[in-house]
Structure formats: C-alpha cells, structure tokens
C-alpha cells in the first residue's frame, strides 16, 4: 500500500534544472528521510510533496488524490486536511499566543468544536503543558520547534512534511526534538518525510534516499 508517489519529477527555474528524474514512494506510516548537498533541491523537493511549489515534469499522487489535477485553491484545501508541515524557522505566528498556534489547522479546517480539548492534547504531548497562553517570543528554540510539530499534527494529517527541524537548535535540543517527532508521528500513525543535514536524524529513518540533480536513490 502506497500513501504518496512520486513519478518522474523534473523541476527548474528558468533555464537552470534544479532536480530530474526523482522517483520514490511513502508507505503509511513509514518514516523516509531525504539528504543531499546544499542547492540540490530537497527544500523544493518537499514543497512539491505539499503541493506549495509547481514542479515542470512527472507526478505526485496521494492517494488516489493526482496533485498535479489541482487549482491552487484545491491544493490548500488538500494540504488542510491531509498535510502536516515542520519548518526549520518554526514560522510560528508572533501575534498569536501558543495555544492559538497550535489551533490554527483545526480553525482552518473549521473543527472549533474540538479545538480545546485537542490543543491541550498536543501541548501535553509535547512537553508544554501550561505554557498555552505565551507569546512566542517568550519561548526558547527547542519550544517554538515543539509548538510547530504540536500544530503540525493537530488535525491528525496522514502525511507529516518536515524541512530541517533540527537546522537551528544545538545537539541536545535537536535529540529531543527528534525524539518528540518520532513519538508523536509514531502515535498519530502518520508518514514522515523529513528533510535532512544531520546524519543522526537521518539514521533513524526506516529508509534514507539522496537527492542529486539526476534523481533519488537509496542512500
């Protein structure tokens, strides 16, 4: 069983390819994690996967969900109901407090009914109990990650999206991090598709694949 394909991916920017050729797949619940060289592309790659990017040949298909067939109105729809998204600058709203971060998927999706309960829920999970009511800038690095993968996973998406969520925290903070993500993905049974530097994130991968400007393969 398949939950996300990806067939023939070119993209380029202008005249310059970026990456061709990328072939691979994501069972359900797998964990895949993505490395390669600095400007080959694995940020674009994984905005591709969440339908933020265009991509100028192949597919990608979750699914039965072709994304290739979606208006851009149609992709935010899918990407509110199925997609979860871990940023390395943790793009948490500064104006929002952390509980209302941690809502906003479920705002979006329109599920205010259940919203407290499974706010509380994820703060919990992810070792911010009590802290809902601060601002993000009262938080250090290692929280705000938390309170992205808290908001990422709120809405129980079958595909988990994360772009170097570890770049910008020291090793520690970073094992933590990774720990909480494993366990929270693992407990939501969501895929993971983690875009990586470190090798220690990458070695807990059920599978690791490097991208190259010609395409993917295992690493």
């Known amino acids: ?6 067939d023939g991916l070119g993209k380029h920017y202008g005249g310059t ?18 490395v390669g060289d600095s400007g080959v592309g694995k940020s674009t790659l994984l905005n591709c996967l969440a339908g ?40 948490v709203l500064p104006h929002l407090d952390v509980a209302q971060n941690v809502a906003l998927p479920l705002m979006l999706l329109g599920k205010t ?16 109990e009590g ?3 601060r601002l993000p ?15 990422a996973l709120v809405h129980r998406p079958a595909l988990l999206l994360a772009d170097e969520p570890t770049g910008n925290l020291d090793p520690t903070t970073a094992t933590r991090v990774m720990d909480l993500l494993l366990a929270q993905t693992r407990e939501h ?24 400007a010609d395409g993917i393969a295992p690493h």
């Open 1 to 6: 069983m398949t939950l996300l394909r990806v």
């Open 17 to 34: 390819p970026v990456f061709a050729n990328v072939h691979f797949s994501v069972a359900p619940g797998e964990f895949v994690a993505i």
């Open 52 to 91: 933020l990017d265009s991509w100028d040949t192949g597919s990608i298909t979750h699914g039965n969900t072709d994304l290739g067939q979606l208006d851009d109105t149609q992709r935010a729809l899918w990407r509110r109901a199925h997609v979860g998204f871990v940023f390395q600058a943790f793009h």
């Open 113 to 128: 009914g259940t919203e407290p309960e499974r706010v509380q829920h994820m703060l919990d999970a992810v070792g911010l």
């Open 131 to 133: 802290l809902g009511a």
């Open 137 to 151: 800038q009262q938080l250090s690095g290692g929280q705000l990650q938390r309170v992205a993968i808290a908001r």
């Open 189 to 212: 049974g969501a895929s993971l598709v983690l875009v990586t530097h470190s090798d220690a994130a990458a070695a807990r991968a059920d599978r690791v694949l490097r991208l190259t």
